[in-house]
């Protein structure tokens, strides 16, 4: 396993829709176990293919009680509201806080290539979104307000300036 450099705003890959996964097999996996340990190691809970610079419809999350791979993942249904501060790995983790679904069905491929529906409420909810975006070429700071998108942009430029 490897720790793969995480891909920051702005970058091209961040804002591009994934291709599917179509090959279930051993690469996927070594590759989907990589992306664990980068964001274990970054201390995320969700990590998409997109932030280690691959255009894939996949994601990896360990979030409360959820712990999957996803590939080709959909989001199906979603209830309720929520509002809650949300941070990307990809953008430094400045939180900014967003309204999303509380409750929220996620359909998607495990390794083996089997389909699979899990529910999520809160921040695993969140989470299921957030990584689905980032699959379809979209970054949580595209819903804020731009005052607040620039804020979020310009703090993580700043950190990382001095970080
Ligand atoms: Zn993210």
């Known amino acids: ?3 793969r450099k995480i891909t920051e705003y702005p970058n091209d890959v961040l804002g591009k829709v994934g291709e ?15 992306m664990f340990e980068t964001m274990y190691d970054a201390e995320g809970v969700g990590l998409a293919a ?6 894939l419809r996949l994601f990896v999350m360990d979030c409360e009680d959820v712990k999957l791979v996803a590939a080709n993942p959909e989001i199906v249904d979603t209830e309720g509201e929520q509002s809650g501060p949300e941070g990307c790995l ?13 409750k929220v069905r996620l359909r998607a491929q495990n390794l083996k290539g089997e389909w ?16 689905t ?8 700071v ?22």
């Open 1 to 3: 396993m490897t720790v």
């Open 20 to 34: 599917p996964i179509t090959k279930f097999d051993a690469e996927l996996e070594a590759l989907t176990a990589d």
């Open 90 to 102: 990809s953008l430094g983790k400045v939180p900014a806080v967003l309204a999303r679904a509380e």
């Open 142 to 163: 595209e819903y804020l307000p731009k005052m607040r998108r620039e804020m979020v942009i310009k703090r993580f430029k700043k950190e990382k300036k001095w970080g």
């Open 133 to 140: 975006d980032h699959c379809n070429g979209k970054l949580f």
């Open 50 to 55: 997109q932030q280690i610079g691959l255009s």
């Open 116 to 131: 699979f529906e899990r529910e999520a409420e809160g921040y695993a909810a969140r989470c299921f979104l957030h990584e």
